[in-house]
């Protein structure tokens, strides 16, 4: 099915694109079919009654986020757009006029989840717009029928979609085109951080991953644009900035620039003060095997977080070709070693993915003493789902009980780990920006070490910085 930019249902209202001038926005062109409650048609009687019309801008719309730091900056990005132009914003689905879910297909949990509250706002029978990555990867997907859609890089014109999908109209914007620029109006979940993307898509083909199919090949912002994002957020007064990526360390290859390039250039603007820190989002190992002295170098700066995502998801060269990953647990050895030789403090977050295709109780044995001879303060433990359209999803697959339990040994194994020994009696400047998932802690950071501890019951801040 090729890429559709289209008005699906309905005969009329703006063409494709249009934007509507407010004194052109007529009644919500809806009827009830008794035999079809579910479906929304359009009205074509002229002699049909007009109703009291709803002035687009004055509506709720309730917006949901599932996935990265990514699809949350894009929500932002969407939800500041409504905002701008009148609409109210809220986390409320009982509240809103229409929901705007912001979807994520790197696992399965994550598409069901998405699939259940599709579910539901259909049975409220609220107008539904779907954004990111499930749509523009997989954009048959039966729940996705009668929905209006905002791609992935179209998130610049969602207020025209929720105004049409108001009025009764499917509409889908998936064509790929430039980045949405980075000045659009923005609504921050969490006031004290900036979510910045430096780039969209990756260099990568890894055989199990989905997001590729969304995303896309790599697309980078230029440093111009990147560095004048983060002037303006300084000015906001955020107190952290996070770069977010689907692989950060192949940032600036499309456009003859490379991501220490970006770092000095943005390290350069951070107040000296040290009241806003940066945080360098995940890399895979391939691409910044060849800047890691550099990169060490910057993240040796008073203001940046000492702290790397590097995803390693096995501790088998043979378990890592079959995801085609394109490096060896040697190499991945080596970032480790030498990031954590030279800056002093350095932690390291990790990934694994259990019970891969063709994962034997060799490789995850390999796994399990890697994971332990790190001992990495931040271990992101996944078991394997196959997503549709990727190679994985073909491969022979281990036994669901066999990933199970491998999974909960590898949990057991970093569970067992203390790392804050030995941090007993240092004072640290720490930075409080987040609340704890459980509504009652605060994540205190330090800013050289990036460690988050569950520490003080939640009390009223009106700063991001002690």
């Given at each position: 099915?090729?890429?559709?930019?289209?008005?699906?249902?309905?005969?009329?209202?703006?063409?494709?694109?249009?934007?509507?001038?407010?004194?052109?926005?007529?009644?919500?062109?809806?009827?009830?079919?008794?035999?079809?409650?579910?479906?929304?048609?359009?009205?074509?009687?002229?002699?049909?009654?007009?109703?009291?019309?709803?002035?687009?801008?004055?509506?709720?719309?309730?917006?949901?986020?599932?996935?990265?730091?990514?699809?949350?900056?894009?929500?932002?990005?969407?939800?500041?757009?409504?905002?701008?132009?009148?609409?109210?914003?809220?986390?409320?689905?009982?509240?809103?006029?229409?929901?705007?879910?912001?979807?994520?297909?790197?696992?399965?949990?994550?598409?069901?989840?998405?699939?259940?509250?599709?579910?539901?706002?259909?049975?409220?029978?609220?107008?539904?717009?779907?954004?990111?990555?499930?749509?523009?990867?997989?954009?048959?997907?039966?729940?996705?029928?009668?929905?209006?859609?905002?791609?992935?890089?179209?998130?610049?014109?969602?207020?025209?979609?929720?105004?049409?999908?108001?009025?009764?109209?499917?509409?889908?914007?998936?064509?790929?085109?430039?980045?949405?620029?980075?000045?659009?109006?923005?609504?921050?979940?969490?006031?004290?951080?900036?979510?910045?993307?430096?780039?969209?898509?990756?260099?990568?083909?890894?055989?199990?991953?989905?997001?590729?199919?969304?995303?896309?090949?790599?697309?980078?912002?230029?440093?111009?644009?990147?560095?004048?994002?983060?002037?303006?957020?300084i000015a906001d007064e955020v107190k952290e900035i996070w770069l977010s990526s689907e692989d950060t360390g192949a940032y600036g290859r499309d456009i003859g620039v490379s991501l220490p390039i970006l770092l000095n250039a943005i390290v350069v603007e951070l107040p000296p003060d040290g009241s806003t820190m940066?945080?360098?989002?995940?890399?895979?190992?391939?691409?910044?095997?060849?800047?890691?002295?550099?990169?060490?170098?910057?993240?040796?700066?008073?203001?940046?977080?000492?702290?790397?995502?590097?995803?390693?998801?096995?501790?088998?060269?043979?378990?890592?070709?079959?995801?085609?990953?394109?490096?060896?647990?040697?190499?991945?050895?080596?970032?480790?070693?030498?990031?954590?030789?030279?800056?002093?403090?350095?932690?390291?977050?990790?990934?694994?993915?259990?019970?891969?295709?063709?994962?034997?109780?060799?490789?995850?044995?390999?796994?399990?003493?890697?994971?332990?001879?790190?001992?990495?303060?931040?271990?992101?433990?996944?078991?394997?789902?196959?997503?549709?359209?990727?190679?994985?999803?073909?491969?022979?697959?281990?036994?669901?009980?066999?990933?199970?339990?491998?999974?909960?040994?590898?949990?057991?194994?970093?569970?067992?780990?203390?790392?804050?020994?030995?941090?007993?009696?240092?004072?640290?400047?720490?930075?409080?920006?987040?609340?704890?998932?459980?509504?009652?802690?605060?994540?205190?950071?330090?800013?050289?070490?990036?460690?988050?501890?569950?520490?003080?019951?939640?009390?009223?801040?009106?700063?991001?910085?002690?």
């Amino acid at each position: 099915m090729e890429d559709i930019e289209d008005l699906l249902v309905g005969s009329g209202g703006a063409p494709p694109g249009f934007r509507l001038p407010l004194n052109a926005v007529g009644v919500n062109p809806r009827k009830k079919n008794k035999s079809k409650p579910n479906k929304i048609s359009q009205i074509n009687d002229p002699l049909t009654p007009l109703l009291p019309p709803k002035i687009p801008g004055t509506q709720t719309i309730y917006v949901k986020t599932f996935g990265c730091s990514h699809n949350q900056s894009d929500s932002e990005y969407m939800a500041g757009q409504l905002s701008a132009f009148g609409y109210a914003i809220s986390d409320d689905p009982e509240e809103g006029d229409l929901w705007l879910i912001n979807t994520c297909t790197v696992k399965s949990p994550s598409q069901s989840a998405m699939k259940t509250l599709i579910t539901k706002c259909k049975t409220a029978k609220k107008p539904l717009v779907v954004a990111g990555c499930v749509p523009q990867g997989s954009r048959d997907l039966k729940e996705l029928e009668g929905v209006s859609i905002v791609g992935v890089q179209q998130i610049d014109r969602v207020v025209e979609v929720v105004e049409e999908t108001l009025k009764g109209h499917e509409v889908r914007l998936l064509n790929r085109k430039t980045l949405p620029v980075l000045d659009l109006p923005k609504v921050r979940k969490n006031k004290f951080v900036e979510i910045l993307p430096i780039n969209v898509g990756c260099l990568g083909a890894c055989t199990y991953c989905k997001t590729k199919h969304a995303r896309g090949h790599l697309g980078s912002y230029t440093v111009d644009s990147l560095v004048g994002r983060v002037k303006t957020v300084i000015a906001d007064e955020v107190k952290e900035i996070w770069l977010s990526s689907e692989d950060t360390g192949a940032y600036g290859r499309d456009i003859g620039v490379s991501l220490p390039i970006l770092l000095n250039a943005i390290v350069v603007e951070l107040p000296p003060d040290g009241s806003t820190m940066l945080r360098i989002g995940m890399t895979n190992p391939p691409f910044i095997l060849e800047h890691l002295k550099e990169i060490a170098a910057v993240l040796h700066h008073p203001c940046v977080y000492s702290f790397l995502h590097v995803p390693v998801q096995s501790g088998s060269d043979a378990v890592l070709t079959a995801m085609n990953r394109e490096y060896t647990v040697s190499e991945f050895r080596t970032v480790v070693d030498t990031l954590t030789g030279l800056v002093p403090g350095m932690q390291i977050a990790t990934d694994i993915i259990c019970g891969f295709p063709g994962e034997t109780d060799e490789d995850f044995a390999q796994t399990v003493n890697l994971i332990k001879e790190y001992k990495f303060p931040q271990v992101h433990i996944s078991q394997f789902y196959p997503r549709p359209g990727t190679p994985a999803a073909r491969m022979k697959k281990v036994p669901s009980t066999i990933v199970k339990n491998r999974s909960r040994e590898l949990t057991s194994v970093f569970e067992a780990f203390t790392p804050y020994k030995g941090m007993e009696g240092r004072v640290e400047r720490i930075w409080i920006t987040e609340i704890a998932t459980d509504g009652i802690h605060l994540l205190l950071k330090a800013t050289s070490t990036f460690y988050w501890i569950l520490q003080l019951q939640l009390v009223t801040l009106s700063k991001g910085f002690v």
